[in-house]
């Protein structure tokens, strides 16, 4: 069974276009996170859901939007893909937001060309 | 912004050899993880030190948190090729605010560890 799982793992597209990654969690978390890790491998907070609510919301360009339908989903949604959104995007949960131990899933290699 | 320095950046080294990776900041940490990542794979949780001072062993790994709870480290003993991984190092802050929920990751640890 995997805990954090997000879809697709590769994502290729060209620039303008708009794409969406989800993400599922069977942890019974309440809180849920998207990262986006460059290609130096930092990774960066962009968004977090608590119970469906965004209390996280980073300085990301609003071509980017997190939808939580409910406690084990978080998508993102992305508008008007530029060459500089290529990275990888990585979901993850955890307990609550004050709990440091966060699951991570397996990654978006979004690619824009 | 808070920072968390992780150092070495890079770190290639023999089969059997020991290391140790820091991480500190100027900030107090209510917590601190230790994360490992592999490459085309998530980060995956290692530890966790709550408590200033505390120490935690996961076999070979040992895993320490300072006295004041701003920095850490890890200390690998004879290390394997299978340890080679990127090692990320994040501080939790309780509380309210814009810390609320946000890890602070460091910059990260590349070891490669030759047979």
């Known amino acids: 069974d995997t805990a954090v799982s997000q879809t697709p793992k590769y994502l290729v597209t060209q620039m303008g276009n708009d794409k969406s990654i989800k993400c599922e969690q069977n942890?019974?978390?309440?809180?849920m996170y998207w990262y986006k890790q460059d290609s130096k491998k930092f990774l960066k907070i962009m968004f977090s859901?608590?119970?469906?609510?965004?209390?996280i919301n980073e300085t990301v360009p609003n071509r980017f939007s997190p939808k939580s339908p409910d406690k084990a989903h978080l998508n993102l949604h992305i508008n008007s893909l530029e060459l500089g959104d290529s990275a990888v995007y990585f979901c993850a949960s955890s307990l609550s937001p004050s709990r440091g131990e966060q699951y991570f899933g397996p990654g978006t290699r979004l690619t824009v060309t | 912004t808070q920072l968390l320095e992780q150092s070495p950046q890079f770190l290639s080294i023999q089969e059997g050899e020991n290391l140790t990776v820091y991480c500190n900041s100027s900030s107090v940490f209510s917590s601190l993880q230790w994360y490992r990542q592999e490459p085309g794979e998530g980060p995956v949780l290692l530890v966790t030190?709550?408590?200033?001072?505390e120490v935690k062993k996961l076999k070979r790994l040992t895993f320490q948190f300072g006295d004041a709870r701003k920095d850490s480290s890890l200390h690998i003993t004879a290390a394997q090729p299978g340890d080679t991984g990127l090692y990320l190092c994040?501080?939790?802050?309780?509380?309210?605010?814009?810390?609320?929920?946000?890890?602070?990751f460091g910059q990260g640890t590349i070891l490669t560890v030759h047979p």
């Open positions: 030190v709550v408590t200033g001072g």
């Open positions: 994040a501080g939790a802050r309780r509380g309210g605010g814009t810390s609320y929920g946000k890890l602070t």
């Open positions: 942890l019974g978390h309440d809180t």
């Open positions: 859901y608590n119970n469906k609510e965004l209390i």
